[in-house]
């Protein structure tokens, strides 16, 4: 790896500086990548194959590639969004739009903790608050256009509750299952406290900052740490 990517960067007169930039990690983070002391993400990967005019296949591994060729199924995600908005608060159905991130977070990492692999495919991102896919923001506006839900603004927080009744049929009994157990255990408590918990946990803390977070990191974690 180390050859592959050092040469085609200095074949394109480019600096360490530059590449890491556009893959919005710092100089620091590329060199490591660089070096092979870490893989580069599948978005990373993505990215390099940009910059450096390659084909991604130079840069990801087998199970990578599985994660490239999975479709997500959209509509799912909506349902995982909106099954935390009816189950995840205790507030007359209202939750923040960081909190419901957080939430579907979890629901994700969670799965692949249990099963090695995700329930939606999604990656995410460390940004500010968030481990959060870059989809999330587009869902949320999209599930607001199609008026399937309501967006309040309260001070500095979206409210958000359903506007009626959703499906549920894209989700398996298992899934459902281990959303309602992370909703139970969160729903009574504040938006503070989810974004602490999950700062707190090892794949947050060993990120960069706008990094994807690889679902591998969770499985280091103690069960209880999980969600």
């Not at 100089?27 to 991604?56: C, G």
């Not at 939750?95 to 939430?103: M, V």
């Not at 999209?142 to 958000?160: A, R, T, V």
């Not at 989700?171 to 157990?181: F, R, T, W």
């Amino acid at each position: 790896m180390k050859a592959i990517i050092e040469a085609l960067r200095k074949e394109k007169r480019l600096t360490q500086d530059d590449v890491a930039k556009y893959l919005w990690i710092t100089r620091q983070t590329f060199s490591k990548l660089e070096k092979s002391s870490i893989e580069p993400t599948l978005w990373q990967a993505v990215k390099l194959a940009e910059i450096l005019w390659v084909d991604i296949d130079n840069f990801i591994d087998s199970d990578m590639k599985t994660i490239a060729t999975k479709k997500i199924d959209w509509d799912k995600y909506k349902q995982i969004i909106q099954f935390f908005i009816e189950h995840g608060t205790w507030n007359k159905y209202k939750i923040t739009k960081t909190k419901l991130a957080k939430l579907c977070y979890m629901a994700d990492f969670t799965w692949y903790y249990y099963n090695l692999e995700p329930i939606t495919w999604l990656e995410y991102r460390k940004i500010q608050q968030w481990p959060v896919p870059d989809a999330y923001f587009a869902t949320i506006e999209e599930l607001f256009n199609d008026e399937s839900i309501n967006i309040e603004i309260k001070w500095n927080s979206h409210l958000i509750s359903n506007k009626w009744y959703y499906k549920t049929d894209k989700l398996s009994l298992e899934e459902k299952s281990i959303l309602k157990k992370i909703a139970n255990k969160w729903k009574k408590s504040d938006t503070k406290e989810i974004v602490d918990f999950t700062h707190n946990q090892l794949p947050w803390m060993i990120c960069f900052d706008k990094e994807i977070i690889p679902y591998g990191l969770i499985t280091q974690e103690n069960p209880d740490n999980v969600y």
